[in-house]
């Protein structure tokens, strides 16, 4: 029932001085946070631009959801995201308090099932990750650090036009090398830390279908 994985990207843009400090959230400069959704295929599903840099993910999202043109989530179905974001039940994020980073289980197997959840989740959660870092390689308009000369909305429309030919390439060239970069990129980023998770009414819903994939994963990972 998992369809993909959401994350947001912070996309350097030129605003003016008194727009600047609403802008400027992780970076030292202005950036806009991009919301987007990806299939395991690599394929966006979802794009949303124009969000200022200081904008948590978790706002982003539900705005995502309830705009006229959503993230469109079926009945039963989800997508995974971090800590950053709300635990829903269209939104299953990782349980908090325990090891999650791929490379925090390089030395130790999981030892319980939330661990074990941790596990996989993190391990397919990733492919958001590598879709923006491959995003970004073939399209370095978007991921460099200087200013760009390009208005606010025009940066956001190259945004939208990159992410459309992303997924038009990876129908036509997976680039096997480019991909394999990203990889290693990705293994040499420092661990993150689990943000703080807000909460809202279907928490519970949430938190009872993490529940149930969790106990199920750890019975057959034991009696295996």
Known sequence: DCLGA????HVRVKVGRSDAPRFRGRK???????????DFDMKFTYVLGGWEGTASDSRILKDVLGREDPLIIPQGKYYLGDAGFMLKGQIITPYRGVRYHLKEYSRRAPQN???LFNHRHSSLRNV?????GVLKKRFPIIASGTEPHYSFDT??????ACCILHNFLRGVDNDESLLAEVDRELMEQPMDTMLTQAREDD???GSTIRDAIAYEMWTNFTNN
């Open 128 to 132: 958001i990750e590598r879709t923006f």
């Open 28 to 38: 030292d400069w202005p950036t806009q946070n991009v919301f987007a959704a990806c």
């Open 155 to 160: 940066m956001t429309n190259i945004v939208l």
């Open 113 to 115: 099932p939330r661990e």
């Open 203 to 205: 928490h519970r819903e």
């Open 6 to 9: 959401i994350d947001g990207t």
